[in-house]
């Protein structure tokens, strides 16, 4: 576990089509990777099995889960029991704002051929399961400075040296 | 190589192993071109921990991309940095990252608040110097930067308000700023400026105003316009709303604001959307115990909640109604909770909840019945998972009872009759906690039973030994309570029928109860006086020291028994071997006068057998142990005469964690509650009718809309069952401290040993360390710092006793403390004027000291520094040298305050005059009042010439300036070592085998400390921190290792020691090596 409780932590957040395929998972609490196997099954199953007319909270172990459908996407977050719910969902949707953003009218493909790209967007937004308030607009330029300057030097590696 | 490292992350994440490419994940980040590290870095984000042993090969990638000019590198170095990084090199890359908060760029000043909050978070002693800098963070002129720096001020603030109630007026600004729209419109969220950022503000006031009514004045306002701001029918402005309806409610109340809140909760209550209602929920059940009419008002709401078919809301309004609880409803809430746990299946739910149930059936029982009967179901449903001290609970308030003692009788009764009844049936199964519970009560009570045969009660117990499901430790139970009746019996069939069969028992427990239970009953009158009737809470005196066994632990040492090292010690031991640095102190030792018996003869570092403090150690042990509750069960086992059989041994399990699985029958045993809800009649106006009904149940006794007046009822919700602090956990207590004194007596003699030139004070001072010695080291702690107050009163006198006690090595074998005292009057000895060369007095000029520097000029004068290791002191020579050809008047030198150190007497001194082409010199004692390894004193000296000049210097003092060594005998050395309880192991690398004594003079010499002995290849070595932190060493070559272990009171200092000695080495010992 982490070394102190800090309000408004996000424990995991995990992120799973609807046939239960894991997308993107990212941990802010320390934990063995059998562990983490674990309760993401254990999650997926919970959540897949809870008709839409619920609300988007679940009681699971001491946490909560909080989680939204985006088209055929779940994304689910771990929080404390006296955390703002509310906010995490919109957390989650910032993300997928984010996302939306960066990829353009994003879907499910984007996040499988450019995942690390995903994460590279959740750790300008997200920061040790604290969420960083930044404009919408510096978090993705960050992203895409960094992508530019990486290209160019990418193309400039490529070139031939003569 | 990148794309092969994305693949690697995505095969991770479908659950395949891929630990073999975490390696080439750091060598990308360390050598990949810019898109390659990035992808490197992330991969290490992702597959290393905290801990890792690879993160560490992290660190050098770090540092150099921290200083490279590109500033992506900088920004993927700074994030990685605010992930993951090891804790204990945070030092390497700490000040790289104090110069990026001055960054000009925001993001990369950004980052460096989160990179500092991480740090704040894993190791906040590491931070402690930069808290001014935090404060400037929270002044950036950008948003995020300010953002960022609010999470290391709610976490600040969490661990300490106080600390930070002057900043209440920034942060209330901040967020009436943000409320009021003034940041850029980029920073909004659906229309809705900063919304974390406000909810991060809304809890920091939650936690600044907070039973302080003056802080709360302040940001009534601007609670009071986040309320009115928040109209957008959105998700995210409820969010805020109920960071909002929070803060109002945790901080001093205002009435005013209170409505408004109680308003919008109604707002989210009756909210169609479930989400919101949920939230509503949870706000409610936060505010109602203040204001528990807002119940009354939500009621119909919250009974049509409690049969949501969402069992989060069922659970929340279950919880809502835990807080409302009162001797009136009691009976509905708790049928309503047991309900729905019967319906769990989930581990965590039953645990709380039956906890939660158990709690309220002890406060609020109405009746006997209902609490035996309530209790029953928490046990049967909730099986063996439930909390231990739920049945301990339970037992210890029937056995110790209430004022009443008829009402006792009673209950106990009551008891004892439904536990009969409940093992009457066959083929009954329950969760072992329940029947030990059964097996403990009928043991003691069962004679309460007038109208039962004992011999029934026994078939029953014996019945329940044969079944497969009864776990060993439960049969313990049943037999220890068998053994209870049968004492009270003469003679039992069954007994008999017990033994026998028991006495050839496969499990070797059982054989022994049998046997014991046998012998036991031959002699009823040894059996009657150890088995007394009702006698659970009575006190047994135990010898808790175990002292009858110190001869035998003498003896075992005596034939050369390795020391015990109690378990604790053990793995810190294996702990420090794994780690490899370990800047961090490491937390006070539980028990660090069981460290001193901690010696394996290998790790000893004299080779001496410190095997003569033994008797004293183990009055120490005993000592602990009765102060420690923990022991409780273990104590009573073991007495004077050694095993003290059954009884005890019952009384031990009650404290014990009990396990046990699950059955539901019990439902059938608990009290129907007044509202009967089972009746399937289908009308909706019927339906309304039961609502209704089962409103005026739930509700009753709250406030005064309740139609009644029920207003008084309410506080007449005492707690019935009230316990009685009857257990007497100091009774062993009393005779240990005189073993204490003993143990330090017995070392009087040792003080004859003491090393030569002695005065009066001195055998004083020796005792008192002596005394300290064989104590835990909080005395020695206490002793010290109950020392340095003194010495700095009267520096004269007691400097003298420290010195003497102390210190004096071979680098101040010349040193004289006679010739110089910063006494008070001394404190600036204005004198000597030479010429504009300035140099030490003839006095001074004999003690060591450094060279004279300057440090800094104007046109009419110059500052020069020396600074002075006197034996007792940091002496700063401060020399100011008139270049004028006229006099100098008035010239003031001022030092600042500074965080680690102290000037000891005035930290100003005024020159009355300079005359021209003088120098005047003043001089000032310092001391280091916080741990670090360096530090600035910073200050002015300002005079009149032609017009008012100051000049502003600052002095770098290390902590090497505070340190002496000290002279010690090899004993008083190992006496010492065992008192002390922080710990740092290190092992540095030599190159060469045989440097072993040079490496000792090169720490002798660099770091000032005193070779107390060498044997063989271990060295031991101590030097005190001024005044009077001592702190030990201990060093042992092996295999071109130089493996060092420091002791000392204080956490820090062997922190910043070994610090010290790395650097030392790097520069020297290297050097020596070769």
């Known amino acids: 576990g982490c070394l102190r409780q800090q309000p408004g932590k996000i424990h995991f957040i995990l992120l799973f089509s609807r046939q239960g395929k894991l997308r993107l998972q990212k941990w802010y609490t320390t934990l063995p990777e059998k562990e983490k196997k674990k309760i993401t099954r254990e999650i997926v199953q919970i959540i897949l099995a809870r008709n839409q007319k619920t609300s988007s909270f679940v009681d699971w172990k001491d946490l909560k889960l909080v989680y939204k459908r985006y088209a055929s996407l779940y994304f689910c977050c771990a929080i404390e029991d006296q955390d703002n719910e509310l906010l995490t969902l919109e957390v989650v949707h910032r993300y997928v704002e984010l996302l939306d953003r960066y990829f353009g009218n994003v879907c499910e493909l984007d996040i499988i051929f450019n995942f690390e790209k995903a994460y590279f967007i959740l750790d300008e937004f997200i920061m040790g399961g604290e969420v960083q308030e930044t404009s919408k607009k510096s978090a993705v330029k960050a992203i895409e400075d960094s992508d530019m300057l990486q290209e160019t030097v990418e193309e400039y590696m490529n070139k031939p040296a003569f | 190589m990148k794309e092969c490292m994305v693949r690697l992350i995505y095969c991770e994440m479908l659950g395949y192993e891929s630990s073999f490419g975490y390696i080439h994940a750091i060598k990308l980040a360390q050598q990949g071109n810019l898109l390659e590290k990035r992808v490197g870095y992330l991969a290490v984000s992702l597959f290393l921990h905290e801990n890792h042993e690879l993160l560490l090969l992290l660190v050098n990638t770090v540092v150099k991309d921290l200083q490279s000019t590109n500033l992506v590198e900088v920004c993927m170095a700074l994030t990685i940095v605010s992930q993951i990084f090891p804790r204990e090199m945070i030092p390497a890359v700490l000040p790289l990252i104090e110069d990026k908060l001055q960054h000009s760029k925001e993001i990369i000043r950004r980052k460096a608040v989160q990179a500092l909050y991480k740090f704040y978070l894993i190791a906040p002693n590491q931070v402690q110097h930069i808290h001014d800098k935090f404060r400037k963070a929270l002044c950036d002129r950008d948003v995020g930067v300010m953002a960022a720096s609010l999470h290391i001020y709610l976490q600040m603030v969490k661990e300490n308000s106080s600390g930070y109630k002057d900043l209440t007026g920034s942060f209330v600004t901040i967020l009436k700023q943000v409320v009021g729209g003034k940041l850029p419109i980029d920073f909004n969220y659906h229309s809705v400026p900063a919304p974390w950022l406000q909810i991060q503000l809304l809890r920091i006031l939650g936690l600044l105003g907070k039973d302080d009514p003056r802080t709360s004045e ?134 709380s909840l039956a906890g939660k149930i158990a709690e309220l059936a002890e406060k609020y029982a109405p009746d006997n019945e209902w609490f035996i009967q309530t209790m029953n179901a928490v046990f049967s449903v909730g099986g063996d998972v439930v909390h231990p001290d739920i049945p301990n609970n339970f037992l210890r308030l029937l056995a110790e009872g209430f ?71 439960t049969k313990a139970w049943i037999m220890a309570a068998v053994t209870k009746i049968a004492s009270r019996t003469s003679c039992s069939k069954t007994v008999d029928k017990l033994i026998q069969e028991f006495s050839t028992s496969l499990d070797t427990c059982m054989r022994q109860y049998a046997f014991e239970l046998k012998h036991l009953c031959e002699d009823k009158v040894l059996m009657k006086s150890l088995l007394p009737f009702d006698a659970s809470c009575n006190d047994i005196v135990v010898d808790a020291s175990l002292s009858f066994l110190d001869g035998f632990v003498a003896e075992g040492l005596g034939h050369g028994a390795a020391p015990y090292k109690p378990h604790h010690q053990r793995q810190e031991e294996k702990l420090s071997q794994e780690k490899a640095l370990n800047f961090e102190p490491y937390g006070l030792s539980f028990a660090s006068s069981m460290s001193s018996s901690g010696f394996t003869g290998r790790q000893s570092p004299t080779g001496l057998s410190f095997g003569s403090d033994t008797s004293g150690n183990s009055a120490e042990t005993g000592h602990k142990e009765t102060n420690s509750l923990k022991l409780d069960g273990v104590r009573k086992l073991w007495g004077k005469e050694g095993y003290l059989p059954k009884k005890e041994n019952k009384i031990g399990k009650e404290d014990e964690p009990l396990t046990v699985p699950c059955g539901s029958l019990l439902a059938g045993h608990v009290a129907d509650p007044p509202v009967s809800q ?223 150190f102290r000037i000891l007497e005035s930290p100003a001194y005024q020159f009355s005059v300079i005359e021209a082409q003088s120098v005047e010199h003043c001089q000032q004692c310092v001391q280091m009042d916080k741990i670090c390894t360096q530090g600035i004193l910073s200050g002015s000296i300002n005079y009149q010439s032609e017009m008012e000049t100051r000049l502003e210097f600052s002095i770098t003092l290390s902590l090497l300036d505070f340190i002496r060594p000290m002279e010690m005998t090899t004993e008083d050395f190992g006496r010492l070592w065992l008192s002390l309880s922080n710990d740092v192991k290190q092992n540095l690398k030599m190159s060469s085998q045989d440097s072993f004594s040079a490496a000792l003079n090169t720490l002798q010499q660099k770091l000032k400390l005193h070779i107390v002995d060498i044997i063989g290849n271990e060295g031991i070595l101590a030097c005190q921190l001024l005044s009077s932190v001592p702190c030990l060493l201990h060093c042992r070559i092996h295999a071109g290792m130089l493996a060092l272990w420091f002791r000392s009171p204080c956490s820090a200092l062997p922190d910043s020691l070994l610090y010290q000695c790395q650097k030392s080495q790097h520069s020297d010992l290297s050097e020596l090596a070769s």
């Open chain 2, 218 to 351: 302040l940001m009534y306002d601007v609670l009071d316009e986040s309320l009115r701001r928040a109209e957008i029918n959105h998700n995210i402005t409820y969010a805020i709303l109920f960071e909002c309806v929070q803060t109002i409610y945790t901080i001093h109340p205002k009435s005013e604001l209170l409505e408004k809140a109680a308003k919008c909760i109604g707002k989210f209550v009756l909210s169609s959307k479930i989400n919101l209602k949920y939230l509503g929920l949870k706000a409610l059940t936060y505010v109602i115990q203040q204001d528990p009419n807002l119940a009354l008002q939500h009621q119909m709401t919250i009974i049509e909640c409690l049969d949501h078919p969402d069992p989060i809301i069922k659970r929340e309004t279950l919880e809502l109604l835990y807080r409302i609880t009162n001797g009136q409803n009691v009976i509905v809430i708790v049928q309503k909770m047991l309900d729905y746990l019967k319906q769990s299946k989930e581990e965590y739910t039953i645990i």
């Open chain 2, 678 to 900: 089972s009746d399937q009649v289908a009308t909706l106006s019927e339906e309304e009718k039961e609502k209704q009904q089962l409103a005026s149940t739930l509700f009753v006794g709250l406030g005064s809309n309740a139609g009644v007046s029920l207003m008084g009822k309410a506080d007449m919700a005492t707690q019935k069952f009230k316990r009685k602090s009857k257990i007497n956990e100091t009774q062993n207590t009393e005779e240990t401290p005189d073993i204490q004194n003993s143990a330090a007596l017995a070392l009087g003699p040792l003080l004859d040993t003491l090393p030569s030139n002695k005065e009066g004070h001195e055998g004083d001072e020796h005792t008192r360390l002596r005394k300290a010695s064989p104590c835990s080291s909080d005395t020695v702690e206490d002793n010290l710092a109950f020392e340095k107050p003194q010495s700095l009163k009267k520096p004269g006198l007691d400097n003298k006793l420290l010195h003497s006690s102390l210190s004096s090595s071979s680098l101040f074998a010349d040193s004289n403390i006679e010739i110089f005292h910063p006494l008070p009057s001394a404190q600036c000895e204005s004198a000597n004027k030479t010429l504009l060369a300035p140099s030490l007095p003839g006095e001074l000029a004999e003690l060591p000291h450094s060279e004279v520097v300057e440090l800094c000029q104007s046109d009419d004068l110059a500052l020069h520094l020396c600074k002075v290791w006197t034996d007792d002191s940091l002496l700063l020579a401060v020399f100011v040298s008139n270049k004028n050809t006229s006099a100098l008047n008035a010239v003031n030198l001022v030092f600042e305050k500074a965080e680690h």
């Open chain 2, 403 to 473: 004022d009443d003692g008829k009402e006792d009788e009673q209950l106990r009764l009551y008891a004892v009759q439904s536990y009969l009844a409940l093992l009457e049936e066959e083929d009954a199964f329950y969760p072992q906690k329940f029947l030990q519970v059964m097996s403990w009560v009928l043991g003691e009570y069962s004679s309460l039973v007038t109208d039962v045969d004992t011999e029934i009660i026994l078939t029953r117990l014996h019945r329940l030994l044969k079944k497969t499901f009864v776990t060993p430790e």
